[in-house]
């Protein structure tokens, strides 16, 4: 892992989920590094940067960037996320932007792209993206921006294709928290989640602390990347690791699966070739960890 004492960093979208976690990371690990969150608080919660210290920016990647011509960093970490479809288009000019800020310092560059870019294809990797969103798309026309500038500049580029992840600090995401979350929320009130039929809807489950480890190990490396554990588990298997945390007696309900839907796994076999990455956490492991986080959400602001 790169030693980021000493070093300027930046971080976009520092107040969401992965960002305010990776913010919260750098902050422990690297007490000398000279550390700057930038975010404009449209999806990101203050909340998740109460234990932050280190410098602010409030602003939007698209109109505000101006504000950082005047700095030098050493190394950014783009976690932009946009809810509106439009404005997840537009991150894509962001994203550009940011390419050339990144040339002009010199800086190392690693983003979030998305397992979306693979839509309902049967399986990951490259040359299987085949995105059903437009979030899938705009992660996709992301990703061939950087492999362009990864042929003309000299600078490290790395494009993380995310798969599911779960865990603290992303209960502010509403909608668009993990499965995980969203089930344990519905065991917890007393009602019924709902699987598609027959919960054998398979995905690559992470848990965030895997997810940051990914963000932090692959610094100064350059290409795209899946991030995931490398295994499918079964949505059936998710309701039996929550209600067994939880020690809840609760019965499912079924409903009719989506038209389109991605159940592939991640190829994880270049991350670990290039930087040693592999998930230390299994689903239930995950799970066991994140269960008393969840409940104390529940018990302080949900109930």
Known sequence: MNDLNEKRVLITGGAGFLGSNLAIKIQQKFPSCRLVVFDSFRTGHFKNLLSYRGELIVGDTIVDRARLDSRKFDCIFHLIGEANEAKQLLQVNAFKDMLDFAVQNGADLVYASSSQVYGDSPSAGNGSEKPCTVEGFAKLMMDNLALEYLKEESINI?????????????????????????????????????LYRWGEHRQDFIYIDDAVNALLKSVSRRGIYDIGTGQAREHNEVFGALTSVLDANVKVEFTDPPERLFQGVA??????????????????????????????????ELR
């Open 158 to 194: 790395a494009g993380l294709r995310f798969f599911e992840i779960y865990g603290e600090r992303e209960v502010y995401k509403g909608k668009a928290s993990s499965l995980i979350l969203r089930m344990a929320l519905t065991i917890l009130s007393g009602a019924k989640p709902k």
């Open 267 to 300: 190829d994880t076999a270049r991350a670990w070739n290039e930087f040693d990455f592999q998930a230390e956490y299994d689903l239930e492991e995950g799970i066991k960890k994140y269960v008393p986080s969840i409940m104390e959400i529940y018990e302080k």
